[in-house]
């Protein structure tokens, strides 16, 4: 049962979206008892937070990095590029996280520490955990704006030759970064 709750909720949170999502409508969805999800989880908040853990591990499992490559900025810009996507994807719970800071959750520290292990790999910069920080703010900002844009398809149209907007924006802010350097 505690699966079918998590797996309705994600799905009722997609739908209504964070401002309207309540334990009382998620229950209703189910057909079942309020008391019944109580049993599972205290509290909204602790079901918000396994269900961030779950998507966590869905992205994970997604992720695409090869053993013994070795180079790391392709890998880290493999996982921003990944990352953002999952962003969007999940856009009502990724604002959760965002408005909720001071919460530790397991699954997100796990991703802070593989993109900061990927900076440190890739270029012994003098402060990797404002790189990291720059880097994820970076990310935040850029889906958020794409997520409240309407679209009539899901991807930004790119023109042949042309390269994605948020890819040359990333390559951009890597040239910064990294190379300390301006794209001309």
């Given amino acids: 049962m505690k699966e079918k709750i998590i797996n309705q909720a994600l799905r009722l949170l997609k739908k209504e979206g964070l ?14 008892d309020p008391m019944t999800i ?16 779950v998507v966590f591990r869905k992205f994970y499992e997604g992720l695409r990095l090869e053993e013994g ?3 790391h900025k392709e890998q880290l810009e493999s996982v921003l590029i990944e990352y953002r996507s999952f962003f969007i994807q999940y856009i009502d719970l990724s604002l959760y996280l965002i408005q909720s800071p001071n919460e530790e959750y397991p699954a997100v520290n796990i991703l802070n520490d ?24 970076f990310i935040h900002g850029n889906a958020l704006s794409v ?15 042309q390269k994605d907007p948020f890819q040359e924006s990333l390559t951009i802010l890597f040239h910064r ?6 794209l001309t």
């Fill in 19 to 32: 401002k309207s999502f309540s334990m009382r409508k998620l229950a209703e969805t189910l057909a079942i």
């Fill in 147 to 161: 997520s409240n844009k309407p679209r009539k398809g899901s991807k930004v149209k790119v023109k042949e030759n």
């Fill in 177 to 182: 970064l990294f190379y300390n350097t301006r």
């Fill in 38 to 53: 109580y049993y599972y989880f205290k509290n909204k908040d602790q079901l918000l937070a396994e269900l961030v853990d």
């Fill in 69 to 71: 490559r070795t180079n």
């Fill in 114 to 137: 593989l993109i900061l292990d990927l900076i440190k790999a890739s270029h012994p910069y003098e402060d990797p955990e404002l790189t990291r920080d720059i880097l994820i703010d």
